[in-house]
């Protein structure tokens, strides 16, 4: 099964890698991995989406947790959460095609953030479901370039991952 | 006090209370060794080679429960350390490991003798530091110490920039009192409810067992161990590491479990009905097939590293916290309630277990004049009284010494247990002799084992630490030919070493005692004369059987009852 992993971690150099290091010592996949400091310049908040069975996610979660520099984290699947990606797309938009991908782009609620004669870039932000929608949606032959963040993910309520 | 960042790095050892450190010195440590220098608190033992030192260290971590501490210099002095500090990681010993790196400014540049030492080292290490500014010496080795000593011990690597270090800055100079991260809490106490559901589970036991490992040597916690095993009666087992956890002569000890464990205590295992593991991982080395290790047991799991909870096997009461307390806590709820240990299920349990125990299954051949290395070790046991610090390296005679050296006190058995690193034996052993200058200290060794670290040799003999090297040498790697016999068909593929240096004229050139052995009926007056040579190191080549086995074996991959007994052994399920 997908989960989120949200972790607080010690912004210091090094750190991401005994993460990125301890799923690939361990034989973990990693399907996305985002992170960037926190409002405290001192702490990283690292979203990191993996699958795997129950025992699986319960040893990915220990020893992340066993990591020094992890501070604390949680399975943000365990409850109820927001998750969000953003993707920037690059697509070939000539002639009629211009109409037709700004109106998709409408419909998922994209925004045409640059343009020029033969193309436009699209920021769509969104669950990963329904970012990947928005890709099978335009045809395949106009994607010049995709880049995507991975999710980012967030616990609804008052509780909070914070120190 | 004004110091510099190389006399920073020697103070904060002192502050620590460090006796020795096992280096190597190099350009990038070279001002760290000016400051050792210019000092006498701190003594420093020169290996000869850097894998040496991180040995060295561990078998004196082991051996004490202090931690071990190295210093090497960059690139390669911390290459070499690295299978040492992968060694100490394995079986969590507490080891902090000061190496030497590139001045700041041409670190990633390739520098001569520069090597990413945090990269290299980060999988095998708890944590480890890259110390960029002199400033941070002190707190930095300060959190090093704390990390390696608390929790779940293991070692710890600080890379110190050479500039940093620099001999003509100086700045003041105070070791912090505490240290405190909040990113690392490790659990002391156990959970009392989940105490109360293990004694609820102990006490309804019908064929109880205990399981006990390395974490209960390095938590300190034999005497709680030996309390709560005396106090329920329930037949106890020792890890490979666990080894003198609880006295192996005492009532209750059914040998060591395992792929060479004892027919007893596997069957033990195999059948039990509640199963307490202490301190120990459910290594595959102990759990053989893991669909059918122990398929009849609720299982209670102490240990201070919740990571180590059901990894491998799922448990039914977990309990995080020192062993040591835990067990306490375990001991005195027992003793408070109404309720003590079923008598009539337990004495029908220890009848069955009698019953395995006469399959005698560590019997050997004592026919003949050529040495079995069973009967060196067992030997070595006797004329020691049981009271010597026995290393060992990896192999065949490794598991001959655990199986017949019996251990009654813990940190007395110092062997490489998770990671297996030949060629540990010799230099933890002069570790363990520098801390126990008074108490005999042997290395149970084979021929291929000892080469690979032989020229820590020359550091026994300069810092006078007697060592007694017993080698079992049949001409082969032993268990490397055994596996070999049993699962390829004889086809002895690199195994055998066609030619192996005169030991006796080795030990000599480096200015030790050596001593040939060929027939049993030598063995015992060699070793007596060996230990009477208290201020020498004796080699003693003992000339073994090339075919023994290590008998009897789970084979990899099989079930606890599924042993292979030495040839014309009989089960005890077919045993009247």
């Not at chain 2, 051949?365 to 010597?388: F, M, N, W």
């Not at chain 2, 060592?467 to 016999?485: A, C, F, S, T």
Request: with cysteine.
């Amino acid at each position: 099964m997908r989960h989120i992993i949200s972790i607080l971690i010690e912004n210091e150099a090094g750190a991401l890698s005994r993460v990125s290091g301890l799923f690939s010592a361990r034989g973990y996949n990693i399907e996305s991995l985002t992170v960037a400091p926190t409002q405290d310049p001192s702490l990283s908040r690292m979203t990191l989406v993996t699958s795997g069975s129950d025992e699986i996610i319960e040893q990915i979660t220990k020893q992340l947790n066993k990591l020094i520099d992890v501070v604390k984290l949680i399975d943000l699947s365990e409850s109820s959460h927001i998750e969000r990606e953003l993707m920037m797309v690059k697509v070939r938009a000539v002639n009629g095609a211009r109409e037709e991908i700004k109106r998709l782009a409408d419909i998922f609620r994209g925004k045409i953030i640059d343009v020029t004669p033969g193309t436009f870039v699209i920021e769509i932000t969104g669950e990963k479901s329904k970012v990947d929608a928005f890709l099978s949606a335009l045809a395949e032959d106009s994607i010049i370039e995709v880049v995507r963040t991975g999710a980012s993910g967030i616990s609804r309520g008052d509780r909070g991952l914070t120190l | 006090m004004e110091l510099s960042g190389a006399e920073i790095v020697i103070q904060c050892l002192k502050d620590e209370g460090v006796e020795y450190i096992f280096g190597y010195p190099g350009g990038a440590v070279l001002h760290i060794y000016d400051a050792l220098f210019r000092q006498e608190d701190v003594k420093h033992i020169l290996v000869r080679h850097e894998q040496g030192a991180t040995h060295a260290a561990d078998g004196y971590a082991r051996s004490t429960g202090k931690p071990g501490v190295v210093l090497v210099t960059s690139g390669p002095g911390a290459t070499n350390a690295v299978t040492g500090i992968a060694t100490a990681y394995m079986d969590s010993i507490p080891m902090v490991v000061l190496s030497g790196q590139v001045p700041l400014p041409v670190i990633g540049s390739d520098a001569f003798q520069e090597c990413d030492t945090v990269g290299i080292t980060r999988p095998c290490v708890k944590h480890n530091f890259l110390v960029k500014d002199v400033h941070k010496i002190a707190e930095t080795i300060k959190k090093a110490f704390y990390i390696a000593t608390t929790g779940r011990p293991g070692p710890v690597v600080v890379d110190i920039p050479k500039d940093i270090t620099d001999p003509r800055v100086k700045i003041p100079y105070e070791y912090p009192r505490s240290v405190s991260l909040r990113s690392y809490h490790p659990s002391t106490k156990g959970h009392r409810w989940q105490i109360k559901k293990a004694v609820e589970l102990l006490l309804s036991a019908k064929r109880p067992m205990v399981y006990s490992g390395g974490g209960v040597v390095l938590g300190n916690a034999a005497d709680e161990l030996t309390r709560l095993v005396d106090l329920l009666g329930f037949p106890i087992t020792n890890t490979l590491m666990g080894l003198g956890a609880y006295p192996a002569t005492a009532q209750h000890f059914v040998g060591m479990l395992g792929m060479h464990g004892t027919y007893e205590a596997n069957m033990a295992m195999h059948d039990c009905d509640v199963l307490l593991a202490v301190g120990a991982r459910f290594d595959d080395r102990v759990t053989g097939k893991i669909a059918e290790f122990c398929p009849y047991a609720k299982i209670v799991h102490i240990d201070v590293d919740p990571a180590s909870i059901s990894k491998t096997v799922r448990v039914d009461v977990p309990i995080v916290g020192e062993v040591a307390s835990v067990l306490t806590d375990l001991c005195d709820m027992i003793q408070a309630g109404e309720r003590r240990p079923d008598r009539e299920a337990l004495a029908a349990w220890w009848d069955r277990i009698s019953h395995w125990q006469k399959v005698d299954c560590l019997r050997f051949d004592r026919s003949g004049t050529v040495i079995k290395p069973q009967y060196v070790v067992e030997q070595l046991y006797e004329a020691t009284h049981g009271e010597a610090f026995v290393t060992s390296d990896v192999g065949q005679h490794q598991m001959w010494a655990a199986q017949f050296y019996k251990f009654d006190k813990p940190r007395r058995w110092i062997n490489s247990g998770g990671l297996g690193t030949m060629g540990f034996g010799l230099p933890a052993a002069i570790g363990v002799k520098l801390a126990h200058p008074d108490s005999e200290v042997c290395c149970i060794t084979g021929e291929a084992s000892i080469q690979m670290c032989i020229q820590e040799l020359a550091t026994a003999l300069q810092y006078r630490t007697p060592i007694k090297i017993v080698n079992l040498n049949n001409g082969y790697m032993g268990m490397v030919r055994q596996w070999q016999e049993f699962s390829y068909e004889s086809r002895y593929s690199h195994s055998y070493l066609e030619t192996i240096p005169d030991f006796v004229k080795l030990a000599e050139a480096y200015g030790h005692v050596g001593m040939r052995i060929e027939k049993a009926a030598d063995v015992r007056p060699a070793l007596e004369e060996a230990l009477r040579l208290k201020d020498r190191t004796v080699f003693m080549d003992f000339l073994t059987d090339p075919t023994e086995n290590v008998y009897p074996m789970i084979e990899a991959g099989k079930a606890h009852n599924d042993m292979r007994l030495s040839p014309g052994m009989i089960d005890a399920r077919e045993l009247a």
